[in-house]
């Protein structure tokens, strides 16, 4: 089966990629689908920044080997193809190039903790009784 590759915009959009060191435990969410992890601060040339919930990490922009493409399926339901999964319906299949990946987020060192300073109370003096 052969299935065409096609880019119709003539230049595709630049993604990049997070590469983590480590797992991340998700505790509430049931879909990770719009899931917001943490924020990504660009702070130098090359250098990023990224906070996850009271953590910090910092990590590279690097160029990857070999560019990896972002494809979307799309199914056209007037082709001779038959898919298995919808009873002996004629589809045909093609995959669009959404978006390219040529660089990648590397974030490869101990993440430091962020920590809050607590303001210190006032120590109180005892009384002495009688004075």
């Not at 082709?79 to 990946?101: F, H, K, N, R």
């Amino acid at each position: 089966m052969q299935i065409p590759v096609k880019c119709g915009c003539g230049g595709c959009e630049e993604w990049a990629m997070v590469e983590l060191q480590g797992s991340l435990d998700i505790q509430h969410a049931t879909s990770l689908q719009n899931l917001s992890i943490g924020s990504l601060c660009h702070t130098s040339a090359n250098k990023y920044k990224f906070v996850i919930g009271y953590h910090e990490l910092e990590g590279t922009k690097v160029a990857l080997k070999k560019p990896i493409a972002i494809l979307k399926k799309i199914k056209h339901s007037d082709g001779m193809e038959i898919d298995p999964q919808l009873a002996a319906t004629p589809v045909s299949v093609e995959m669009q190039v959404v978006g390219i990946i040529r660089h990648k987020l590397l974030f490869k060192t101990r993440p430091k903790a962020l920590i809050s300073k607590v303001e210190a109370k006032p120590k109180r003096m005892p009384t002495l009784l009688g004075h």
